[in-house]
């Protein structure tokens, strides 16, 4: 099982510049509708353009107050408001209106045009379509192109046709959903003789609710109420058959004798058959355009909410909205039926998924973390939108169409996940002012507005306020992002009027915080730099330090910022951060004594201190593209211990890992110097166990590497050119991982002499396989390419086996090239429970080799040491057994005797 946080799945983002302010939005055949304020002008942009440029624009005959598109004759229909009366109107060929002045015609439902719509559609039409009622909402069909209105009392269906002067015909549209701009436009605008039409096919009247919001797909006709969702299915069934004109639902009449009461509806869901008991009487009227049959219909799916009042949420928060059919393909759905159906609807604080062919299911049920104006269904994604954040939730259509069209999906080779799984809410996203939202293809559109107040308000709320502007200000980032204006564009906007030079919007301040913490390769000019500085020394001095450590500022006049820098230590005192960043101006100005004189006013560790709060005084870049600033560089000569200790602070406050450590010292050609350093000072500061044994194995390679440099006398690599910063004596007195040598080594090895580094290498390797921490085994294959031959070697080799516990063979491998060692080497290791090699592996080592050498002094010195430790720890039973029977018993006597007088006086 997978889960998914924290998801963005957008990949750009941009800004349609619209002309005037935006009022409604809808979109499809690869354009974006935007009707604007005041609801009398329509634009069209470009979706599959870059920058989206306008298409079109045109003059509606009313206010609109409401817009749709179809793909299926790329038609556009409106409701709009004219001298207080409601119109219903469909707009064809508007892609002619590019020029605005092209001729536009008028006609009513039905009838024929003289000129350009006998001609094929050369101009853009209005058709007006009469209604008895009240248009209240509107809804084309994806598949089909056919028209839903929803009235306050009726539902009225208008099939799209194509027409000609000599007959009518059904339109031949593909009914894929993928349709596009193009093919929608040929087929719409371009067939010779014929034109787009509608004819009344079915009306639904519907008793005891008000539809809000309709939807119409694949044959399915849903409405919305305020709290009630109703899905029906029109078919069309033969003439012959006998039905029944009207199909009703039973009704409560019980509530027609209670009107002084104030009812609130019980909550319920039926599904399928059981749809029909919904106490919401639906009857058909025949229209007399049937082919062939006559239309009927059945229930689907009806929901009812009660609003649940203990939330504290008023009547109007509880209305229901979004509601939307949505169809789905898969590769082997026919070319005029979707393989699935699904409906949506949402609460603002819950949203519904119901799939509808094959029998009607709950898919899911949405949780809103906070109350949601609008949502789009697309078909893997659920867009919400609330007042300041979009947020996106995974759906499970895909799931469902898998299984409807395999019910075997699921075998040992592949596999779909359940319909029924939960959802996944992916990363929210903040905007300023959303309002509604709508989704063509891979586009999201969002449609967004400032809050405004009127000018006698402004006094009022003077105090009140663009405070709220400092709580909300980082909600204009998206937009400051999205608009591709360049940092100079934006800041020419922004410059203050000239009689409050110092004031600028909070919400741009943030911008511009936010841009200087990026990593970015773009450098501003030195005017737009300057002026940069000069907004924050007006608004926001404390910032100066973390804008000139901006990579974006490298072109800022160094003398000019000096003095602002200056007069902000006047103001607010000495800081460790602002002298380095002072320190940085004058290495630019190449003012060596001054950076030197700044630089040394403040201890070591507080300068580390300074270099935490601001690391990119040090370092720039991010992840593997980092890379040393100019101050790292020259502190690299002047202060390498400084230096160190900063990275080190870094990198324990989790500003730096070391990879980009790493990095940094390649860069500064400081791979085999001062970066040994940096890790022989992480391996005394690091807490972190992964760290350490990190550490513990560079450094030991490093030491390793050295020593083969030398015993080869081939410098395959670059040669040390610095002393250590600290020496071994300094790493074993000040950090636990480096252990105190074993006595035994200071006999085995030469004296150790300061002033060869390689010496330091083998002191320092020494006393890490002495330590505690270091693991042999990791080290193990690096001794290998080391040769045996020379002290270093052999010593080494010996420690390693010695710390796998093979006393036995250390003991043969001194004896053979160090016997002057072995008394040493045994005191120390051969202790406790190995306190029996002494007389098991020791004593007939130095006996049988005593024997055999020829200066035999060194070993005789060895055996007695040895026969003083065996005579006090074993009995003279077990002393008699050891001694050997070649004639040399006397030599053992006297050890013998203290071992029996140890034993009586025991």
């Not at 992480?682 to 807490?687: E, I, N, P, W, Y």
């Not at 063979?809 to 429970?833: G, M, V």
Request: glycine share 4%.
């Amino acid at each position: 099982m997978v889960h998914v946080y924290n998801c963005h799945p957008y990949a750009s983002q941009q800004i349609v510049q619209v002309e005037q302010e935006p009022g409604l939005v809808c979109c499809g055949g690869g354009a974006l509708f935007v009707v604007t304020t005041g609801g009398c002008k329509v634009e069209a942009y470009s979706l599959d353009l870059p920058g989206c440029p306008l298409i079109c624009r045109f003059a509606t005959m009313g206010t609109v107050r409401s817009i749709q598109h179809s793909n299926i004759g790329d038609y556009l229909v409106t409701i709009e408001e004219k001298n207080s009366a409601t119109y219903l109107r469909a707009y064809t060929n508007w892609r002619y209106q590019a020029e605005e002045k092209a001729r536009v015609g008028v006609r009513l439902l039905g009838h024929l045009l003289r000129g350009a719509s006998q001609r094929g559609g050369a101009q853009m039409e209005i058709i007006e379509i009469p209604l008895s009622e009240r248009p209240v909402a509107v809804a084309c069909c994806s598949l089909t192109g056919d028209l839903l209105v929803g009235c306050d009392k009726t539902l009225v269906l208008f099939t799209l046709r194509r027409q000609n002067q000599q007959n009518l015909q059904n339109v031949q549209q593909p009914s894929n959903t993928q349709l596009n701009s193009s093919q929608s436009r040929d087929q719409s605008t371009h067939q010779n003789g014929s034109f787009l039409d509608f004819e009344r096919s079915a009306i639904l009247h519907v008793a005891g609710t008000k539809p809000k919001q309709v939807a119409l797909c694949a044959g399915y006709v849903a409405m919305q109420a305020d709290l009630e969702v109703l899905v029906l299915k029109l078919d069309t069934t033969p003439e012959a058959e006998d039905l029944d004109e009207s199909l009703e639902a039973p009704r409560n009449d019980q509530a027609d004798d209670q009107t002084d009461f104030l009812l609130i509806p019980r909550h319920q869901e039926l599904l399928g058959e059981r749809a029909k008991d919904c106490n919401v009487p639906i009857t058909m009227e025949k229209t007399g355009l049937e082919d062939g049959g006559r239309n009927s219909f059945s229930y689907v799916l009806f929901r009812r909410f009660t609003p649940d009042y203990f939330q504290g949420c008023s009547v109007e928060e509880t209305h229901l909205h979004s509601l939307k059919l949505h169809p789905l393909f898969t590769s082997q759905s026919p070319v005029d039926e979707p393989t699935c159906v699904f409906c949506f609807f949402s609460l603002p604080t819950a949203g519904y998924l119901y799939s509808l062919k094959g029998g009607v299911e709950l898919l899911s049920a949405y949780q809103y973390p906070e109350k949601v104006l609008e949502a789009v269904l697309t078909d893997h994604l659920l867009h919400v939108v609330t007042k300041s954040a979009l947020q996106c939730f995974t759906v499970r259509c895909a799931a469902v169409a898998a299984r409807f069209e395999d019910p075997y999906i699921d075998t040992t080779m592949r596999a779909c996940p359940p319909s029924a799984l939960e959802v996944c809410a992916l990363r929210m996203q903040l905007f300023i002012g959303l309002r509604s939202v709508c989704a063509y293809g891979r586009h999201v559109i969002l449609l967004s507005t400032a809050d405004t107040e009127a000018p006698e308000e402004s006094e009022r709320n003077t105090q009140r306020r663009s405070l709220g502007s400092h709580r909300s200000c980082h909600l204009a980032l998206p937009y400051y992002r999205m608009s591709g204006l360049s940092v100079s564009d934006v800041m020419a906007r922004n410059r203050p009027q000239p009689s409050d030079p110092h004031s600028h919007n909070p919400g741009f301040l943030f911008y511009l915080k936010h841009y200087l913490l990026e990593e970015t390769d773009q450098h501003l000019s030195q005017e737009a730099a300057d002026e940069l500085i000069d907004i924050f020394s007006q608004t926001e001095p404390s910032q100066l330090i973390n804008v000139c450590a901006s990579p974006t500022m490298i072109n800022v006049n160094p003398a000019r910022t000096l003095r602002i820098l200056q007069h902000l230590e006047d103001t607010t005192g000495v800081s460790v951060a602002l002298t380095i960043t002072m320190a940085t101006m004058l290495l630019r100005l190449d003012d060596l004594s001054q950076y030197t004189q700044l630089m040394e006013r403040h201890a070591e560790m507080v300068l580390v201190y300074g270099f935490i709060e601001e690391p990119r005084l040090l370092l720039q870049g991010g992840d593997t593209n980092i890379y040393p600033t100019a101050l790292t560089q020259q502190m690299v000569k002047s202060q390498p211990g400084v230096l160190v200790a900063a990275m080190v602070a870094l990198h324990e406050n989790n500003k730096i890992d070391l990879k980009q450590v790493d990095v940094m010292f390649k860069v500064l050609d400081c791979e085999h110097s001062l970066q040994v350093d940096f890790w022989e000072a992480m391996l005394m500061a690091s807490s972190q166990d992964a760290v350490i044994q990190e550490l513990l194995f560079r450094l030991s390679s490093v030491y390793i590497d050295r020593l083969m440099q030398t015993s080869s006398d081939k410098l395959q690599h670059k040669p040390i050119a610095r002393r250590s910063l600290k020496s071994a004596d300094d790493l074993i007195n000040s950090c636990t991982h480096y252990g105190a040598l074993y006595p035994w080594l200071t006999v085995l090895s030469p004296p150790h002499t300061t002033g060869s580094q390689h010496q330091e290498a083998f002191y320092k390797m020494q006393s890490l396989l002495c330590g505690p921490s270091l693991s042999v085994t990791s080290v193990t294959p690096l001794l290998e390419s080391l040769s045996e031959n020379n002290v270093w070697g052999f010593s080494l080799h010996l420690l390693c086996a010695t710390r796998r516990g093979q006393y036995g063979y250390s003991i043969e491998q001194l004896l053979d090239r160090c016997p002057q060692a072995i008394i040493a080497y045994a005191n120390h290791h051969l202790q406790d429970t190995h306190m029996a090699l002494w007389w098991q592996k020791l004593l007939p080592e130095l006996c049988s080799r005593t024997r055999a050498a020829t200066d035999n002094s060194i070993l005789l010195a060895a055996l007695k040491e040895t026969l003083v430790v065996v005579a006090m720890e074993t009995s003279p039973a077990e002393f008699l057994e050891l001694v050997p029977d070649d004639g040399t018993a006397s030599y053992f006597l006297p050890h013998l005797l203290t071992c029996s007088q140890r034993h009586l006086l025991a």
